[in-house]
């Protein structure tokens, strides 16, 4: 049987799953976190309202996004 369960990484969460026997906990958050950052430019880059803030205050949105995100 294959489960896949998505979720922050949250050590509740892994440690619970790491009791079940014969099982395989991956962590993608590298995967996730680059799907973000490619989703989070392009939608910047396209919006016309945006391009009007300095670049500083748009670092600081793109940043904000992904931190506030958290792998999700």
Request: net charge negative; charged share 25%; glycine share 4%.
């Amino acid at each position: 049987m294959h489960v896949l369960i998505t979720s922050r990484d949250n050590p509740d969460t892994t440690d619970n799953l790491l009791k079940i026997p014969q099982q395989q906990v991956i962590h993608l958050d590298d995967f996730t976190n680059a799907d973000m950052e490619l989703y989070i430019d392009s939608r910047m880059k396209e919006s016309r309202q945006l391009v009007l803030w300095s670049k500083e205050i748009q670092t600081n949105i793109r940043e904000s996004l992904l931190v506030g995100a958290g792998g999700m």
